[in-house]
């Protein structure tokens, strides 16, 4: 059975810095890509972006091109999320999630078997 648990959300001023951890728990790690979702109040789960099972494919919602990186440590089982110069709309909840397919690099929630339990980040004006 596969576990996510993801830690490191808080309160951040605009223009900040946070880096979201995913430590996935399970088989087959390395064989799976996997990605971030992010979900506002009042707002539909939206896919932030996703890497390779080797971490050397990235994909990234537009919102969010240039001042996020995913990248993963197959050692450690473990995805990252760094988010920089983060703004207040990017106040979510945000989600690790591991997809049925393998090798899947953009995600729609449909395509998700396993999600993380989330983690809170608030980005203040």
């Known amino acids: 059975q596969v576990q996510l648990v993801e830690s490191g959300g808080g309160l951040v001023q605009a223009g900040g810095s946070l880096r979201l951890s995913c430590a996935a728990s399970g088989p087959a790690f390395s064989s799976y890509f996997m990605g971030w979702f992010r979900q506002a109040p009042g707002k539909d789960r939206e896919f932030v972006g996703g890497v390779s099972g080797s971490g050397g494919s990235t994909y990234y919602a537009d919102s969010v091109k240039g001042r996020f990186t995913i990248s993963r440590d197959n050692a450690k089982n473990t995805v990252y999320l760094q988010m920089n110069s983060l703004k207040p709309e990017d106040t979510a909840v945000y989600y690790c999630?591991?997809?049925?397919?393998?090798?899947?690099?953009?995600?729609?929630?449909?395509?998700?078997?396993?999600w993380g339990q989330g983690t809170q980040v608030t980005v203040s004006s």
């Open positions: 999630a591991r997809p049925m397919a393998q090798h899947m690099l953009f995600m729609t929630t449909r395509s998700i078997r396993y």
